[in-house]
């Protein structure tokens, strides 16, 4: 019976979680059988369709896994990787500023920063650049933790995002949601979405930095 190999990025995406290398392997291993039995009997269009639902129903348990080997010590190293990785970012950030402060002077908008106070409501094109920076600052903050952390590196790009996301969150008083327009310039469904990139966002990071490292891997293979 031909062996056949399952997706490796998905392979290393689970890998990727941070479980115990035993309990990681165990998991892995069985899938890995278990596609390949699928793929000879079914084909591999079909046993690629069954390993991604198995790869989402396992992702929860890896990740469960790994939360009972946190240790003091994994706090500490992931504690000191988010905290370069947002300082990195954040530093990318104000070059970012002066980006957008260009081009609205290009636009010959007024160049002061959309929130500055007594402007009213920021425009639409205005708001969708601005969640576009946010995006990609996410992204790559995503992608700086998940390659300075190399036991949990998909863990720990979500754990940026999930911070980050819940200080925005936290930081946004409720009755300034109910001000008038001329008091907050961002509405509601941009702070709302500007919460739900940052997650987004820092995951789809650690994503990619995991997908890139399977295509050197396959590259050198």
């Excluded at 069985?30 to 369709?49: C, I, T, V």
């Excluded at 409501?121 to 933790?145: E, F, N, R």
């Amino acid at each position: 019976m031909i062996h056949h190999s399952p997706p490796r990025r998905i392979e290393l995406l689970l890998e990727s979680l941070g479980a115990a290398q035993g309990f990681r392997d165990e998991i892995v291993g069985d899938l890995a059988e278990e596609f390949s039995l699928r793929a000879e009997r079914h084909g591999r269009a079909a046993a690629r369709r069954w390993y991604y639902r198995e790869a989402l129903r396992v992702a929860p348990h890896l990740l469960a896994d790994w939360r009972r080997g946190f240790g003091r010590s994994d706090l500490k190293r992931l504690g000191s990787v988010i905290a370069l990785s947002y300082v990195c970012v954040m530093t990318l950030g104000m070059f970012s500023l002066l980006t957008v402060n260009s081009i609205l002077l290009a636009l010959h908008v007024t160049p002061d920063y959309p929130w500055s106070p007594g402007r009213g409501p920021i425009s639409g094109s205005v708001a969708a650049m601005l969640l576009s920076v946010v995006a990609a600052q996410a992204g790559i903050a995503g992608y700086v933790a998940s390659t300075l952390e190399r036991r949990a590196p998909l863990t720990a790009a979500m754990l940026l995002g999930l911070l980050w996301s819940g200080v925005a969150l936290a930081t946004r008083p409720i009755p300034l949601l109910f001000a008038p327009p001329e008091w907050h310039p961002f509405p509601l469904w941009y702070q709302l979405t500007g919460i739900v990139l940052l997650l987004a966002g820092a995951s789809i990071g650690g994503v990619v930095r995991v997908a890139t490292s399977a295509r050197r891997q396959e590259d050198f293979a």
